[in-house]
Antibody
Framework: EVQLVESGGGLVQPGGSLRLSCAASGFTFSTSPMTWVRQATGKGLERVAT????????YYGDFVKGRFTISRDNSKNTLFLQMDSLRAEDTAIYYCAKCGGGSTCFFDCWGQGTLVTVSS | EIVLTQSPGTLSLSPGERATLSCRAS???????LAWYQQRPGQAPRLLIY???SRATGIPDRFSGSGSGTDFTLTISRLEPEDFAVYYCQQYGNSPLTFGGGTTVEIQ
């Protein structure tokens, strides 16, 4: 069974940092592009960042502006999102999602999400 | 960037009725790389349709997708109680990939 389990969310002050993790199982992690998608309360879905299977290629949404870093450890089947210089508008549920479709990216498996709250 | 506009914003229907949801793109979606997701309250999204018309694993055949170019449709032939949820479209043929704003299907 394909499974994604996020962790690392919590309450952080503006300007602070958090590192999210996503533990993957049930599929060949090292060949699967992975993505972080976020959703503010009552709002729609927004792609944050994507990383290729070998970690050599990354993509970020414009709103990240150098503040976030996506990475992966294929030896541990784990995806990460390092978030620095956090702002109130970054408050959201952060989902990790597996890209289906080979080189294209629709999301065929999602984790349960981890809540990030940026507030003083 | 391709903007996806979903309509209507809210659809009020009864169980057993047919639901037709629209997703319109601001420019043509490459190779019909269009997906649909269902999100129930308090849950993560779930993939329903990819490639505009291919059902994902385990998705009931009352869900169907159609369309190409700039106009896409998700149809639920007979609404079951568990189908009342929010539905999102997403295009992944053009960078950056983008999501629509969602359509809520609510019980009338």
């Amino acid at each position: 069974e394909v499974q994604l389990v996020e962790s690392g969310g919590g309450l952080v002050q503006p300007g602070g940092s958090l590192r999210l993790s996503c533990a993957a199982s049930g599929f060949t992690f090292s060949t699967s592009p992975m993505t972080w998608v976020r959703q503010a309360t009552g709002k729609g879905l927004e792609r944050v960042a994507t990383i290729s299977g070998n970690g050599g290629n990354t993509y970020y949404g414009d709103f990240v502006k150098g503040r976030f870093t996506i990475s992966r450890d294929n030896s541990k089947n784990t995806l990460f999102l390092q978030m620095d210089s956090l702002r109130a508008e970054d408050t959201a549920i952060y989902y990790c999602a597996k890209c289906g479709g080979g080189s294209t990216c629709f999301f065929d498996c999602w984790g349960q999400g981890t809540l990030v709250t940026v507030s003083s | 960037e391709i903007v996806l506009t979903q309509s209507p914003g809210t659809l009020s229907l009864s169980p057993g009725e047919r639901a037709t949801l629209s997703c319109r793109a601001s420019q043509g979606v490459t190779s019909s790389y269009l997906a649909w997701y269902q999100q129930r309250p308090g849950q993560a999204p779930r993939l329903l349709i990819y490639g505009a018309s291919s059902r994902a694993t385990g998705i009931p055949d009352r869900f169907s997708g159609s369309g190409s170019g700039t106009d896409f449709t998700l149809t639920i032939s007979r609404l079951e109680p568990e189908d009342f949820a929010v539905y999102y479209c997403q295009q992944y043929g053009n960078s950056p990939l983008t999501f629509g704003g969602g359509t809520t299907v609510e019980i009338q």
